[in-house]
């Protein structure tokens, strides 16, 4: 019987990744799902609001959608109103200038006034940040509102002696440690403030920003697939941030600072290109801060000015000989729009195994216009079964779109090439150990389901053969090929099985195996695995089993291991556990029991007889309603307590009864107090008198 195993062997990846890949894919309808779902509560601050509206803003996910209501814009209307703080106030007037919320004119008019004697007399880099963006947010919003600034030199020089020689910021000039993410922030400011400007801004500064970003970029750290990011080093007395986190701010700065400035800023298109790759590289993030910071970097990215990132992309990495299906390639921006035109070229491909051996020499793939993809209709035929890199590049049509667009070169893509492999010529042959005869021969049909009835000794070998073939005729080496005997103890022995030539084989020399096997008689069962990840057949194939007449184990002889046991067992029923509790003692006649259960009566019957021929003597009980009441309750308790004794008796444990006797003993002590205290004042009273 044969086993396919789909999806055995995935070590040709390990492969894969010693070699400098540039795989990514744009944003898609998986980041929408996931935003409604990361986005579902309703926001407990104006700046997770924000976030949220800003992410369904750049997906263009309908408001109705969204679980932001009429409560986020009543925090709005109150948050403008006050005296909020300044990072209040700012995401107030973020989430305004979505939700267009109904705020008064005259209240942009105080905010911008105070935002601008904030700006002035701030020292702190955080202050200048919101200030500076509260009063842009103000100008898209009111039109009416000054919020120009006129002492932007001023203002300038605050930010700029904050600056760093290598490109990063400080946050105040308090704190001496420089901060990546900081450097983001002034970017952004500093865009901020040119737009606030109320005459011409000094080029002169303008120059000596762009140098400071690109001495920036020169710090930034490199994947060795391309991947470009920011990471922060420790920055006393602020939170640490992530790579994600200081990398998005970095790109909120320098695409800001780049629209507001004329000319380019001197950045290499493949820095660009690999902060793209970084951030679509994260896939899908499951934290609402990282997925903001993600998406929104990418929004940045898709229009900067400085180059815009186009992102190849291929809908599968597999490509079946037996299913002939075609290769598609596709290139967008970073969130899914169509690309200018261009040409996608296959520049070459070669096998992991073969690095400077090319397959496919400079090829044109066929745009379709219909489905966008760029297509290459077959594979040449000396491509076979294998796993290949293959080397594209984007050609734009327009020269122009050169200095516009990022394309990143030649990029780098693992292909899988599957295909069915052809399994033949196996034999299991047991053969005379001194002369190397074979004594038992039998072939195998590995594609069927028999299995063979092998015998033999210690002083026998087996030699199990056989030969793979790819679907151009070639020979085939997977990556795992495993020949296993299982005793039936369960005791197993795996043998990797090697190629010599053309075929695979493996020589099992029992003589030198008899300690290994631990001296073990008896039946084994033969079980071959074969598995590639590029093999559409691998299996495991049960081929039948062998009588092994092995010596006696010597007295020193390793034992063979315990059966392994199963993990899931101890989740499992447990065995019935079985009390045996001591024979009953001989109980006596019914009779018996009864009589003297009548002797024990005997005496409060006797009592019930003297109460009925002496009478009730009730003179002395008293007269008045609380004594009598006492007096009732007290004689009330002593019958509860006889009854408890019955109930003891019958059917109640020793706990509960005592619990229940604390209880009455407790009644009867305070009414017997007060009903014997009554008694004695009475009895003194009459005495007296």
């Not at 700012?90 to 942009?108: P, Q, R, W």
């Not at 052809?422 to 047991?430: F, K, L, R, S």
């Not at 795992?480 to 695979?504: D, S």
Request: hydrophobic share 45%.
């Amino acid at each position: 019987m044969a086993t396919h195993v789909s999806h055995v062997i995935v070590a040709a990846a390990f492969l894969l990744l010693l070699l400098p890949f540039s795989f990514s894919f744009s944003i898609s309808h998986s980041h929408r799902s996931a935003a409604i779902n990361l986005f579902a509560a309703t926001p407990t601050s104006l700046e997770d609001a924000y976030e949220a509206l800003r992410v369904f803003q750049i997906l263009g996910i309908e408001e109705k959608n969204t679980p932001v209501n009429e409560d986020t814009c009543q925090k709005v209307v109150e948050s403008l109103a006050s005296s909020s703080p300044l990072k209040d106030l700012f995401y107030a007037l973020k989430v305004n200038a979505i939700l267009k919320c109904n705020v008064n004119g005259n209240v942009f008019k105080d905010i911008a006034s105070r935002l601008k004697a904030t700006v002035h007399d701030a020292s702190a880099l955080l202050d200048i940040y919101y200030s500076i963006g509260g009063l842009v947010v103000i100008k898209d919003q009111d039109s009416n509102v000054d919020v120009l600034l006129a002492d932007v030199d001023g203002v300038f020089q605050s930010i700029k002696v904050l600056s760093q020689s290598d490109g990063r910021w400080r946050y105040s000039s308090d704190n001496p440690e420089s901060s990546t993410y900081a450097a983001g922030l002034a970017l952004e400011s500093l865009a901020g403030l040119i737009s606030l400007a109320s005459s011409e801004f000094d080029q002169s500064k303008v120059n000596v920003v762009k140098n400071g970003i690109v001495k920036l970029f020169d710090g930034i750290e490199k994947y060795e697939d391309g991947t470009f990011y920011f990471d922060e080093k420790y920055v006393g007395g602020h939170e640490q941030r992530g790579s994600l986190s200081t990398t998005s701010s970095v790109v909120r700065g320098v695409t800001a600072f780049a629209a507001v400035t004329s000319g380019k800023i001197n950045l290499p298109g493949d820095k660009i290109l690999g902060l793209a790759k970084f951030f679509l590289g994260i896939g899908i993030p499951g934290d609402a801060k990282d997925f903001f910071n993600q998406v929104e970097s990418l929004a940045f990215l898709e229009s900067n000015r400085i180059s815009i990132p186009l992102i190849l992309s291929l809908p599968e990495t597999v490509y079946s000989l037996t299913k002939k299906g075609q290769l598609k390639v596709k290139v967008n921006t970073v969130l899914g729009s169509a690309a200018p035109p261009l040409t996608v070229k296959l520049v070459r491909a070669f096998s992991t195994g073969a690095k400077d051996s090319a397959i496919i020499d400079s090829k044109e793939l066929r745009y379709d216009q219909e489905s966008g993809f760029h297509v290459l209709d077959a594979l040449p035929k000396n491509v076979d079964v294998g796993t290949y890199v293959f080397v594209f590049e984007i050609v734009l049509h327009d020269f122009g779109s050169e200095k516009v667009y990022a394309t990143g070169g030649q990029i780098h893509v693992p292909i899988y090439v599957t295909g069915i492999i052809e399994v033949g010529n196996a034999e299991i042959t047991v053969l005379d150990s001194d002369l190397g005869s074979a004594e038992t021969q039998k072939k195998l049909d590995l594609a069927g389901n028999d299995a063979v009835s092998l015998s033999a000794n210690h002083l026998q070998k087996l030699r199990f053969s056989f030969q793979l073939t790819t679907p151009h005729g070639h020979v085939f080496k997977p990556h795992q090929a495993f020949f296993k005997l299982r005793h039936e103890t369960k005791v197993e022995h795996i043998f990797v099985v090697g190629n010599t030539g053309k075929k695979f084989e493996k020589v099992l020399d029992f003589l030198g195996l008899v300690e290994k096997l631990f001296y073990l008689s008896g039946k084994y069962e033969i079980e071959l695995t074969v598995g590639d990840a590029v093999m559409e057949n691998s299996f495991l194939r049960l081929l039948g089993h062998v009588e092994l007449d092995l010596p006696e184990a010597p007295e020193k002889a390793p034992r063979p291991p315990p059966p392994p046991v199963d993990p899931y067992s101890r989740y499992g029923p447990k065995a019935e556990i079985t009390h045996i509790f001591r024979s009953p003692e001989k109980r006596p006649h019914q009779e018996l029991s009864l009589a003297f259960l009548g002797l024990i009566l005997l005496p409060f019957i006797g009592f019930l007889v003297g109460l009925l021929r002496l009478g009730v003597n009730l003179k002395n009980f008293p007269g008045s309603t609380v004594p009598a009441t006492f007096g009732i309750l007290f004689h009330v308790g002593i019958a509860a307590v006889l009854l408890l004794y019955v109930l003891f008796w019958l059917k109640l444990d020793l706990f509960t009864t005592l619990k229940a006797f604390g209880l009455l003993g407790a009644i009867l002590m305070f009414v017997g107090h007060r009903i014997l205290s009554h008694l004695a004042f009475t009895s003194a009273k009459l005495k007296s008198a």
